[in-house]
């Protein structure tokens, strides 16, 4: 099992040898490394406090209940306990959550814990706090919940018939649903020699599972009434938007603050049920209070990745195999509170026609509860299960029409002579040449020699499949997006922050506002402001992690939908920038010149072209913070420069659901080959690659790692990661033990390649990458398709997920999805 | 609800003796990270399935929480604390930098002890022994590609 990396052909910007000036570019060593494997980083779970108590959530064993009654009284009785917190008692000392979604989802009560009813198996209903991990548990055994079952819906389709309602106040199982409709779909229908349709295909339920449970240890200060919530939340500007009015304060009373985290992958971006909760109680209790979900809690009640059905996929195709566009019912089963999730309903709108020049798109989208966990970003998040469908539907399509699926993405891909495109509804992709990426993973494939290796397998008795999953990766949202969802939202562009300053005996100190979880952040930010200080990045000391104290955030401050490169890292330069003007113009001042006349180079401000008139960076740092009497009365400097980092976006067109609603896409063209044995369904991916083009790369190494993880996440859900659930609504796949995620024996060779196609609209010219697309999930979909159908004939992969079992029953009737297609030839 | 029963123990964590008395059913992951205090090794499952709370037990890998503290009593642990010495780091270690083989480091603990106990049983393991000898840990950052040749290269 090798890894090859080739370098393009065709390089962008950077040619084969070259080694390009400065730091950025380079895989500089990982600052955060040296802590991380001795063990010295510090997760949420591992801060302790004074006289902390342990909480531990009494849950639902019930998909869909009344509570009757919560009787907590032995409970409080066991030696040990500090207190409780039950659903009455939430509802009184906090409101619920605000809903995204217009109604009927706008009036959904959403509280920290189960008021009323129960609406999933693991919602909470009380929680318990004891001086143990172990009491706490033992006394939420003694919680007695007395619960009234009502019937329940699990299936998305089923609950929009409303006949088992979950939530009263929405009076309606549908949270949010719109038509999308772009270009003319009708007329392309018309004009169409073929008309392909698909019944039905289905995105399986799985998530990323971060290894790190969420969690977090909360103070009250009654002095202050403020919280500090040491926590591993993703996204703490949005979380404190949600948790704030809930508790009835101000945004700053609540300060979040995290350093390591054991990966997010979106999971932790909707956390603030469990912290509301857990503050809730720190200030009942006048105690420290500390949470650390279990791997079955998170499994079974904290987020799942979304899942969605697509109905009646109508696709018009001239006779060349070119494709007009496609039109689909989508329907998005949320779960029991769709929290974030209505987002979701827009966000797969930022690559309508994926890859493809597909000009008449018609989506009617429909987003329903059900009574399974509630469902939160997820690696690829939304765009993910719409790209699948544009990759099902080109393989679909060209297998039932005899084209090969390589030239007819070929045919239909954006070109890269279009770049900047614009797409139907007004997104602009930035840069990229799909074509050519898919030519380098064909090569590293080694594609040329296919008709060899199928014979080779057919010789063994198997069949032979090979596919491709081309997606988009698209980054830096513009959260003017959720207008289109609800006009009332008052969200918009977006932001991050960055400080960088320069400190007495000349340390340079970055503080960001993200919230890190393994990308790297102190690295390719020292990489960045070492390039414009002229140090280097050992010279550059970033803060780990995040707290809402240093003043470093803003509202859409996180780590999330695959950003950093540009918000992150283009608040770095800014702050970095103004820092470099302000040590030119104090240097000026020493010496009795101009700025223009310094320049920063080895850790020195110099006069240019006199090296002797240097002042070392702890020379600024001192006069400035330390020495600065007979400084000129005008200088204006403070050598603590906080920049917020702002992409340059419109709100869209809220009439016709039109605008950039991102900024920057990266691209990923996955090509996997597998063998299946007929006799058992059990397949094995037997060679995979995978290209990336995330414009300028400021750390190969780091890229390359994204890559190799969100192959490795997305081949895990293409063929063993599913949630499913049983008939009562229990999770059948509660844990590690009954949900299989690839260990290192599962993981086939991989092979990857890049091209930078720099994009023109950041600040460095990168893009953020980090989510993948689910290009996995695509290619071994596709492969799967080609080893098992010919052309009119053999089964259709409708599902994301196809366990062995699965491609068994694919193989016993084939006639059961055959009957999925139809052609229709004009 | 039953008295819980407590019991002295002690144990050698990285050559440093302790003695502590723990209730009798106190996992030893949890003796280690709360009691203890060193907070390197990690928990990421119910199930025994992670390997984030991996340590060597008289030499062996053990996964720490499926077991109690009490049958560590008078044992010699080793955890990722213990890998460095003064500050240096140790070639395995190191690799994992080099590398690339951590992202947000939390089954990096678990993952360098599994590496450490097969380097010992095996000074030049091929890629599917290193594969095997990694496969109680589960990574969900980096598809285990750097992981492994991270391994590699500290064995060479």
């Known amino acids: ?826 | 609800m039953e008295a819980v029963s407590r019991k002295t123990i002690t144990v050698d964590v990285n050559g440093e003796q302790y003695e502590r008395e723990v209730d009798a059913r106190r996992l030893l992951i949890h003796f280690i990270r709360d009691d203890l205090d060193l907070t390197g090794s990690h928990i990421g499952c119910d199930t025994g399935n992670c390997g984030a709370c991996s340590v060597l037990l008289d030499g062996t890998l053990v996964k720490s929480c499926m077991m109690l503290a009490v049958q560590a009593d008078g044992a010699k642990i080793e955890t990722v604390e213990g890998l460095a010495s003064e500050g240096e780091l140790n070639g395995l270690q190191q690799a994992f930098s080099d590398h690339h083989a951590l992202q947000c480091g939390y089954c990096t603990p678990g993952m360098l002890m599994s590496a450490t106990a097969l380097l010992r049983e095996n000074k030049s393991p091929g890629e599917d022994e290193i594969r095997k000898g990694i496969q109680g840990n589960i990574c969900r950052c980096t598809g285990y590609v750097n992981i492994v040749e991270a391994i590699k290269a500290a064995a060479e």
């Open chain 1, 1 to 826: 099992m090798t890894e090859t990396t080739v370098t393009p052909e065709r390089p962008l910007v950077v040619e084969e040898g070259d080694v390009k000036p400065g730091f950025i570019g380079q895989s500089v060593p990982r600052k955060e490394d040296k802590r991380l494997v001795q063990g010295e980083g510090v997760f949420f779970d591992d801060v302790k406090r004074h006289e902390m108590g342990y909480v531990h959530f009494v849950r639902s064993p019930y998909a869909h209940a009344r509570i009757k009654s919560v009787d907590v009284s032995k409970a409080l009785e066991l030696d040990g306990v500090y207190g409780t917190l039950t659903g009455d008692e939430v509802a009184i000392l906090s409101d619920p959550f605000f809903e995204l979604s217009t109604p009927p989802g706008a009036n959904i009560k959403d509280y920290a814990l189960a008021v009323g009813r129960v609406r999933h198996v693991g919602d909470p209903v009380a929680a318990v706090v004891a001086r143990t991990r172990e009491l706490a548990r033992d006394a939420a055994e003694l919680v007695e919940v007395e619960y009234g079952p009502l019937p329940h819906v699990l299936d998305g389709e089923e609950s929009l018939k409303d006949e088992i309602v979950l939530h009263e106040d929405a009076g309606s199982n549908t949270v949010w649903s719109g038509v999308f409709d772009w270009g003319d779909f009708d007329a392309a229908l018309a004009d169409a020699d073929h008309v392909v349709r698909i019944e039905r295909l289905h995105f399986d339920r799985f998530s990323s599972t971060p290894l790190e449970c969420s969690g977090c240890l909360v103070e009250f200060n009654r002095g202050t009434g403020q919280w500090t919530i040491h926590g591993n939340h993703q996204m703490p500007g949005v979380g404190a938007i949600w948790m704030a009015p809930a508790l009835r304060v101000g945004i700053d009373k609540l300060r979040f603050v995290s350093q390591d985290i054991g990966g997010g992958f979106g999971n932790k971006i909707t956390l603030h049920p469990q912290y509301t909760a857990c503050c809730l109680l720190a200030r009942k209790l006048n105690r420290p209070v500390q949470w650390t979900e279990w791997r079955t809690d998170q499994h079974t009640a904290n987020t799942h990745g979304n899942e969605r059905t697509f109905l009646d996929v109508t696709v018009p195709v001239k006779a060349d195999g070119t494709m007009l566009g496609f039109a689909v019912r989508a329907i998005d089963d949320c779960g029991a509170f769709p929290r974030y999730e209505p987002l979701g309903c827009i966000i797969w709108a930022q690559v309508t026609p994926g890859c493809y020049r597909w000009r008449n798109v018609r989506v009617d989208f429909t987003q329903v509860c059900t009574n399974k966990s509630p469902v939160a970003p997820n690696r690829g998040y939304s765009r993910m299960q719409h790209l699948w469908l544009t990759e099902r539907i080109i393989d679909i399509v060209a297998g039932e029409l005899g084209l090969d699926p390589i030239e007819t993405r070929k045919k239909n891909y954006v070109k890269h002579e279009e770049f900047p495109y614009e797409t139907p509804n007004g997104c602009v992709y930035d840069s990229g040449d799909y074509a050519r990426c898919l030519d380098m993973v064909l090569d590293l494939i080694g594609y040329d020699s296919l008709e060899e290796k199928r014979r080779d397998a057919e010789s063994r008795g198997k069949l032979f499949g090979i596919g491709i999953g081309s997606t988009l990766d698209s980054g830096t949202n513009n959260f003017g997006q959720s207008m289109i969802l609800n006009p009332e939202l008052q969200f918009s562009g977006n932001n991050e922050v960055a400080t960088v300053k320069l400190d007495i005996f000349g340390e340079i100190v970055v503080t960001l506002g993200t919230v890190p979880q393994g990308q790297g952040h102190e690295t390719t930010s020292a990489q960045v402001v070492a390039e414009i200080l002229g140090c280097t990045p050992d010279d550059v000391n970033v803060r780990a992690g995040h707290d809402t104290y240093w003043n470093s955030n803003a509202g859409f401050s996180g780590t999330y939908a695959s950003q950093f490169a540009v918000t992150g890292l283009g608040a770095v330069k800014g702050a970095a920038d103004k820092l470099a003007g302000e040590m030119k113009q104090l240097a000026a001042a020493v010496f009795g010149s101009s700025p223009d006349d310094i320049e920063l180079v080895e850790s020195q401000a110099r006069i240019k072209g006199n090296p002797e008139a240097a002042l070392p960076f702890m020379a600024l740092g001192a006069i400035l913070n330390a020495n600065n009497a007979g400084l000129p009365p005008d200088l204006d400097v403070t050598l603590n420069v906080r920049y917020v980092y702002r992409p340059l976006f419109e709100k869209p067109d809220l009439e016709r659901k039109f605008g950039n609603l991102t900024l920057t896409y990266a691209t990923q063209i996955h090509a996997c080959a597998l063998e299946i044995d007929p006799e058992t369904g059990v397949y094995e991916i037997v060679d995979y690659a995978a290209v990336d083009d995330c414009g300028n790369r400021i750390h190969p190494q780091i890229v390359e790692g994204q890559v190799h993880g969100a192959t490795a996440q997305a081949l895990g859900a293409a063929t063993h990661e599913i949630f499913t659930y049983d008939e009562d609504g229990n999770l059948l796949t509660p844990n590690f033990y009954d949900y299989h995620v690839p260990h290192a024996l599962d993981m086939p060779p991989m092979k990857t390649g890049f091209i930078e196609s720099e994009s023109p609209f950041t600040p460095l010219g990168a893009k953020g990458m980090g989510e993948g697309g689910g290009a996995g999930i695509h290619a071994v979909c596709a492969a799967l398709q080609n080893a098992l159908g010919r052309r009119g004939e053999g089964p259709i992969v409708w599902r994301s997920c196809n366990p062995y079992e699965g491609v068994w029953d694919l193989l016993q009737k084939p006639e059961d999805t055959r009957k999925l297609v139809s052609v229709e030839t004009r």
